[in-house]
């Protein structure tokens, strides 16, 4: 199984310090929803950004630029 790396409710700066420490595979959360823990294995990384709070409604993943999804 693939390790991979789920970065949650970062802004694009965050998103590219926190990609040179943890590295990839990486998948891009906007927010924090029920969607994120349905996509994260056992052995992936979930790194989130400081003052993210739970949204209640699931975002549609497919709206992100493949450049933060791969």
């Known amino acids: 199984m693939v390790r ?3 970065y949650v409710g970062c ?8 990609r040179q420490i943890f590295g990839g595979p990486a998948y891009y959360h ?7 823990w349905t996509e994260v294995g056992p052995k992936d990384t979930v790194v989130i950004a400081k003052g993210t709070k739970y949204n209640p409604y699931v975002w ?3 709206a992100v ?3 933060y999804t791969q």
């Open 4 to 6: 991979a790396v789920h």
């Open 11 to 18: 802004t694009e700066s965050q998103y590219q310090r926190a």
């Open 30 to 36: 906007k927010w924090l929803d029920d969607r994120v």
């Open 60 to 62: 549609d993943a497919s």
């Open 65 to 67: 630029d493949k450049e």
